[in-house]
């Protein structure tokens, strides 16, 4: 007997791989909130040096997954990575950018007399910690709110806007996912120094630092949240095949699809006990509770933008330009043999578990990294 496979099952298949990664991208970029706080989180150097260390040991964990994640959407979704990288190409540029220069910096930071020295190197984490997370927040916004965008017969995107993608920084519902991201990184930064560093001071500052963090995300994420639960969205008309506004769009969407709500509501109390446990019981195992969660909400935001019959990348200016999962995936027989390779990933994920275990057997001292061989 053939297994027969739809090929609206395999687009929506392919919507949850692509949640999946972008929960754990969303969870890693705790480093990038580490790095935003290099210059006011240690008292000194060596405490500094502990915290690049302890962050450097991840920071390709955050961008192996960035690109898998960008892979995976872009061969899965094509029309996606024509619409969004031919026409908002500033600001993916920028977030790439931001990405290399913490690549580099990781690499020449501790390297014998470097040609700009260590606070170039420092202020290049700081960029990628702070405008990584706020400019990935932000570009996801947009799949909520829209952008200014046509397609024409031949798929060909016509950006409506000089800025390109910039002007999605005007918009305040941007904002404010934006920088709830961006709290949240910091937030989980905190928490994983907590977890991976050992010294007295520095814990207790982290313990000040998490409490202001976490209020910032908190803000910002509820604001977000409040507004998307209460605006118009953009469904897709079956019986028409067009895209069409909707009142309260998302609330709709979460409350048709109570699976995704309850994963919501899961991740948001992990994220609030991860916070909570190291706030008011000491915990250094806060983050645990809190990238989980952070990865099931992620996860549920993702699942409300591109299920249900909704536009996930909708325009604003021509409402009929609007991707869905349906318009803008790629052949079934591509999504097919895509899904047989994506089988391989738990022993991929298995692997990168092991090494996360191996490289975080201890915490780091401040005698280990002046005994260590190799320091970033």
């Known amino acids: 007997m053939t297994l027969m496979i739809s090929h609206l ?16 991208l969303v969870f890693l970029m705790f480093v990038q909130g580490g790095q935003s706080m290099i210059f006011t989180l240690p008292r000194n150097e060596s405490e500094k040096t502990m915290i690049v260390n302890a962050l450097g040991r991840k920071w390709e964990f955050t961008f192996t997954t960035l690109v898998t994640f960008g892979g995976a959407f872009f061969a ?29 910096a990781y690499e020449y930071r501790s390297k014998p007399a470097n040609v700009f020295g260590q606070k170039t190197y420092d202020t290049f984490l700081f960029i990628n910690g702070s405008l990584g997370p706020f400019l990935i927040g ?35 519902l941007n904002l404010a996912l934006g920088l709830a991201v961006l709290f949240l990184a910091r937030t989980n930064g905190i928490l994983y120094i907590m977890n991976a560093v050992e010294g007295k001071d520095l814990i207790e500052k ?13 803000s910002f994420f509820l604001l977000f949240l409040a507004a998307l639960l209460l605006s118009e969205g953009y469904a897709w008309d079956g019986s028409t095949g067009t895209v069409i506004i909707e009142d309260y769009k998302y609330l709709h969407n979460l409350l048709s699809m109570p699976v995704v709500l309850v994963m919501f509501l ?12 190291a706030l008011f019981r000491g915990s250094r195992s806060g983050i645990w509770y809190s990238g989980t969660g952070t990865l099931l909400a992620v996860i549920s935001l993702f699942l409300l933008a591109g299920f249900n019959d909704t ?7 021509d409402l009929n330009s609007s991707l869905t999962i349906r318009n803008a995936s790629s052949s079934y027989f591509t999504l097919k043999i895509m899904m047989f390779v994506s089988f391989i990933v738990p022993f991929v994920a298995a692997y990168i578990w092991h090494a996360w275990k191996a490289i975080n057997n201890k ?3 401040e005698d280990e990294m002046k005994s260590e061989g190799h320091v970033y």
């Open 311 to 317: 536009a996930f990348y909708p325009s604003a200016y």
């Open 266 to 277: 899961a991740g948001v109390a992990g994220v609030l006990y991860g916070i909570g446990s």
């Open 138 to 172: 932000t570009a996801v916004a947009t799949f909520f709110t829209g952008s200014q965008f046509s397609l024409n017969e031949m798929n060909q995107v016509k950006w409506q806007t000089p800025w390109h993608g910039l002007e999605a920084l005007l918009n305040g």
């Open 363 to 365: 915490r780091i001292t």
């Open 9 to 24: 099952f395999l687009q929506q298949y392919w919507w949850i791989i692509i949640s999946v990664l972008a929960g754990l």
């Open 76 to 104: 899965s979704f094509p029309l996606f990575y024509s619409a969004s990288f031919g026409g908002a190409y500033w600001v993916w540029t920028a977030i790439l950018f931001s990405f290399i220069i913490q690549a580099i």
């Open 206 to 218: 982290s313990v000040r630092k998490l409490l202001v963090n976490a209020i910032a995300f908190l």
